[in-house]
T-cell receptor, first 109, second 120 residues
Framework: QQPVQSPQAVILREGEDAVINCSSSKALYSVHWYRQKHGEAPIFLMILLKGGEQKGHDKISASFNEKKQQSSLYLTASQLSYSGTYFCGTGMGAQKLVFGQGTRLTINP | GAVVSQHPSWVICKSGTSVKIECRSLDFQATTMFWYRQFPKQSLMLMATSNEGSKATYEQGVEKDKFLINHASLTLSTLTVTSAHPEDSSFYIC????????????????FGDGTRLSIL
């Protein structure tokens, strides 16, 4: 069952904040976040393994609400380099990830 | 680092041709690799899980006789698209898991740069 991401697309000015949500209809074992630029490989951002967990790097952080079966990715004071498509991947059992449909983020100067 | 090399980057060929795509983990061993397919502006759709020393596990709806996977060593998996047709045109991406890092869904996947396949 594919997780649902929202919004589908966001356009920001440099320096603005964004939140991307990822929801699942099934219990989540883990949530992964990746960013992909056009024509390139997805780049790993972070994994959240436990309900209530929050982590971040630089100005990108994420939270995992296990009870609500959802995760959110926060981008603070966005930079031009943050542009791309963000995918959440949810661990369904131990053997694979199922990716959301993606959120396209455009940062304008 | 955790570098994954995918080759070729792009290929154009005639309908009916078979095409082989390689996925190599350059600086780590990977018993498990994944093959994804991605259509423009869409998500990564898992095609199969490739395991060194055993048969690949295919997702529902993926023809195992059409998409042949061989995981020949701890650093190499190949995907062969047999008798390719225009509907097989897509972006194919592999990922690899570093050995010894625990459960599959609890560790990062390291992606190759993808192969753009165009069948005329």
């Amino acid at each position: 069952q594919q997780p649902v991401q929202s919004p589908q697309a966001v356009i920001l000015r440099e320096g603005e904040d964004a939140v991307i949500n990822c929801s699942s209809s099934k219990a989540l074992y883990s949530v992964h976040w990746y960013r992909q630029k056009h024509g390139e490989a997805p780049i790993f951002l972070m994994i959240l393994l436990k309900g209530g967990e929050q982590k971040g790097h630089d100005k990108i952080s994420a939270s995992f609400n296990e009870k609500k079966q959802q995760s959110s990715l926060y981008l603070t004071a966005s930079q031009l380099s943050y542009s791309g498509t963000y995918f959440c991947g949810t661990g369904m059992g131990a053997q694979k990830l199922v990716f959301g449909q993606g959120t396209r983020l455009t940062i304008n100067p | 680092g955790a570098v994954v090399s995918q080759h070729p980057s792009w290929v154009i060929c005639k309908s009916g041709t078979s095409v082989k795509i390689e996925c190599r983990s350059l600086d780590f061993q990977a018993t498990t690799m994944f093959w994804y397919r991605q259509f423009p502006k869409q998500s990564l759709m898992l095609m199969a899980t490739s395991n060194e020393g055993s048969k690949a596990t295919y997702e529902q709806g993926v023809e195992k006789d059409k998409f042949l996977i061989n995981h020949a060593s701890l650093t190499l998996s190949t995907l062969t698209v047999t008798s390719a047709h225009p509907e097989d045109s897509s972006f194919y991406i592999c990922s690899a898991l570093r050995d010894g890092q625990g459960e599959i869904s609890n560790q990062p996947q390291h992606f190759g740069d993808g192969t753009r396949l165009s069948i005329l």
